[in-house]
């Protein structure tokens, strides 16, 4: 099967499984619906799995409606782009296995809603991997919003899930208008939608106020969905409320599909001679991506609502891959692209773990759960075993992106893989800490603070109608089995190597744009290291024994409360006070950070 074949059917194979689902949830019983949307998510990694080997150190593209790249609408798949699409599909494959039988619904009308809103998500992601057009990126943004937004509502007999679902749908909706307004300014400027003429027009037009905002903006949209700060706001919120199985899809692939849209939007259009300048997009996007790991771990280590604690450690982890992003090195993406992947893997298979917890306590609160969990000794160890991996331990792949991205970086600015150890070791250590206490029932019973207003998730309801049952086999052996295929990404060099060789050509804009325009192209240039290196080694022990050191202090001793006029704890304080759950208040920062964001690229242009 051809390239060409297989490029549509990546985003063929969901949408018709979406509409078959659709119509047969109707009258299929719950196991139906559930073998159907099975088969169809294994289709769609099979598909993929097949299209990543097959673009190996080139891109693949194919036209559809048999129309030429310069007229038509293009699907394109370089090993990047394929990869994270077949990261989304494992993902989805993985959710769909883990949801058997999950909800309490009545065959009928229902039966088939969330499994066909799962694949119309897929759709979306893979879609947005894979398009080679500028507008067709934003539709498929669209349909995975759209999804979204639905899927973070699904209990509407609740009505936190359907605020959560609002104020997410707003605030990713205003970064829609964004997108599409920046869409505009560059058609307007090049009349091109196919995002290599758009990047060989804009080189023949200076840089301009123009080109800074219609950059801007695009970039604002795909950092609201990145969740970068300060246009996270909405992600803590939604995955406070969402069912579990979404939670592992939005930390797991779409927040790192926002990673990739910038750095595709960035090299194919916008970093030739008429776009932003390298200094000027590394210095901007370093520091935002320096202030969201910061702050994410800070935020991170002072939950206590798991689903919470895991939205701001993806947070702070996304700053890391703007960090290593904004490099714009081969180096820096090869780092990134495996991070990425491994990062995936991990955090469903702790929002997987969590799920466990919320349907056998109906709780997801760290200090209410206190030692509870001892007889799930299973997922107790599977659990710490993800906060290590998540505090870049090796062999894990997260520890291997981590010592990649490090490297990269350090050959820029020596100081920046200190921000990586940091912030791994403290989100790792919050993970672990919770782990700890819950699994284990290690140290005494945490205190709350009278004088903190914490979001506990006590109270929360089961997403199993059963409480305090077994939990099913698949919800651990699914958490088990990507944590597994993180340690692969992190121990198998030819999967490493694809990465790096995918990456050398990613960060090649005139190769993407031959080959999309079938034209003669540049020899490739030199493969980036993709090994684990002694430093690399020592910096993953480094912040892993910090996070264990740390989860053993808190859990032992507790963290001693800093009195109340401390400088430190009135602004830990104020960081809580901006995550105030109000629709108008983030919607002001994003404004705030459109401003910024345009105000820093122009004044380096």
């Known amino acids: 099967m051809t390239e060409a074949v297989l490029l549509p ?149 609740d009505p936190r899930p359907l605020h959560g679902a609002i104020t997410f749908g707003i605030v990713t909706s205003f970064a829609a208008y964004c997108s599409l307004l920046g869409t505009g300014l560059l058609y307007a400027r090049t009349g091109e939608l196919n995002l290599a003429r758009l990047g060989e027009q804009a080189a023949a037009h200076r840089t301009d106020v123009l080109t800074v905002a219609a950059f801007a903006l695009i970039a604002t949209a795909l950092l609201v969905k990145a969740a970068a700060v300060p246009f996270h706001f909405w992600l803590p919120d939604a995955h406070a409320v969402a069912p579990t199985p979404v939670c592992m899809l939005m930390s797991g692939a779409m927040v790192e599909l926002g990673v990739y849209g910038i750095a595709r939007i960035y090299w194919t259009v916008f970093s030739g001679p008429g776009g932003i ?17 910061l702050l994410g771990a800070l935020m991170c280590w002072q939950q206590r609502h798991l689903k919470r604690l895991l939205a701001f450690s993806t947070i702070s982890h ?21 991070y990425v992947a491994a990062h995936g893997l991990v955090k469903a298979a702790l929002f997987a773990l969590t799920g466990v917890l919320l349907d056998r306590y109906g709780s997801v609160d760290e200090h209410g759960l206190h030692g509870r969990a001892r007889d799930l000794r299973t997922a107790g160890v599977l659990f710490v075993v993800g906060a290590l991996a998540l505090a870049g331990m090796p062999p894990f792949g997260t520890g291997l992106g981590k010592a990649l991205s490090e490297d990269a970086a350090g050959r820029w600015q020596p100081w920046l893989p ?112 993709a090994d684990w290196t002694a430093i690399g080694v020592l910096l993953g022990l480094l912040s892993t024994g910090i996070a264990v050191a740390l989860a053993g202090t808190a859990v032992h001793r507790g963290v001693p409360a800093l009195p109340s006029r401390h400088p430190v704890a009135r602004a830990v304080r104020a960081l809580r006070r901006l995550h105030s759950g109000h629709l108008g208040d983030y919607l002001a920062w994003l404004a705030l950070g459109v401003a910024v964001l345009c105000v820093a690229i122009a004044a380096q242009t």
């Open 418 to 529: 200190a921000v990586f150890v940091a912030a791994s070791a403290v989100t790792g250590a919050a993970v672990l800490r919770a782990g700890l206490r819950i699994f284990w029932g290690a140290g005494p019973v945490p205190r709350s603070r009278p004088d903190e207003d914490e979001t506990t998730g006590e109270g929360e309801e089961p997403e199993i109608r059963s409480p305090r049952r077994t939990p099913p086999r698949a919800m651990t052996v699914v958490p088990a089995v990507l944590l597994g295929l993180a340690v692969l990404i992190g121990s198998l060099p030819a999967v490493t190597a694809a990465l790096a060789r995918g990456s050398a050509l990613f960060t090649d804009p005139g190769r993407y744009t031959a080959a999309v325009l079938t034209r003669p192209s540049t020899p490739p240039g030199p493969m980036p290291a």
């Open 318 to 338: 996304v700053g890391l891959f703007l960090i290593a992003v904004a490099l714009l090195t081969p180096d820096g993406a090869t780092g990134t692209a495996v």
């Open 277 to 293: 300048p390298h200094q000027a997009f590394r210095t901007t996007f370093t520091a935002l991506g320096l202030l969201t790991a």
């Open 9 to 157: 059917l990546a985003v063929a194979i969901p949408l018709l499984g979406a509409a078959l689902l659709a119509v047969a949830g109707r009258r299929l019983p719950r196991t139906g619906c559930d073998v159907l949307a099975t088969t169809c998510a294994g289709a769609e990694a099979a598909c993929l799995a097949l299209l990543w080997t097959r673009t190996d150190g080139h891109v693949a593209t194919a036209e559809l409606g048999g129309w030429p790249a310069r007229l038509g609408i293009v699907l394109a798949a370089d090993p990047i782009g394929a990869g994270l699409a077949l990261l989304v599909a494992v993902l989805v494959l993985a959710v769909v296995v883990y949801a058997w039988r999950y909800f309490d619904e009545p065959t009928g009308e229902h039966a088939g809603a969330f499994p066909a809103l799962i694949l119309l998500f897929e759709a979306g992601m893979a879609g947005f991997a894979l398009t080679g057009d500028l507008f067709n990126a934003f539709v498929f943004f669209e349909l995975m919003g759209a999804a979204a937004y639905a899927l973070t509502g699904y209990h509407i007999e």
